[in-house]
Nanobody, 127 residues
Framework: QIQFVESGGGLVQSGGSLRLSCAASGLTLDDYAIGWFRQAPGKEREGVSCVSASDGSAYYTGSVRGRVTVSRDNYENTVYLEMNDLRPEDTAVYYC????????????????????WGQGTQVTVSS
């Protein structure tokens, strides 16, 4: 059974940092591009970052570029999202998922390209 589990969310003050983890079981993460998405209350889910299979190249959406770093630990079969200088507008539930249609993250790709969504981890940034 394939399962993704996100963790590492929490409540932080504006300007703080968090490191989110996406641990996979049932598949080898390095075979897939892995995306991070977020969904705030009353808003549509949006892509945040994507890390490519094999070479680890990354894509970041404009609102987080320069504040967020995505990485993967193939030994631990885990993808991380390091978030710095957090802002109240970063408040959302963060999800990870595997892209089944592309291995290279030139851009996020659409949500329907992704599968094996985890349950999400809540990030709350206070002002």
């Amino acid at each position: 059974q394939i399962q993704f589990v996100e963790s590492g969310g929490g409540l932080v003050q504006s300007g703080g940092s968090l490191r989110l983890s996406c641990a996979a079981s049932g598949l080898t993460l390095d075979d897939y591009a892995i995306g991070w998405f977020r969904q705030a209350p009353g808003k549509e889910r949006e892509g945040v970052s994507c890390v490519s299979a094999s070479d680890g190249s990354a894509y970041y959406t404009g609102s987080v570029r320069g504040r967020v770093t995505v990485s993967r630990d193939n030994y631990e079969n885990t993808v991380y999202l390091e978030m710095n200088d957090l802002r109240p507008e970063d408040t959302a539930v963060y999800y990870c998922a595997a892209n089944l249609m592309r291995r290279l993250c030139v851009q996020m790709g659409a949500s329907h390209e992704y599968a094996y969504w985890g349950q999400g981890t809540q990030v709350t940034v206070s002002s």
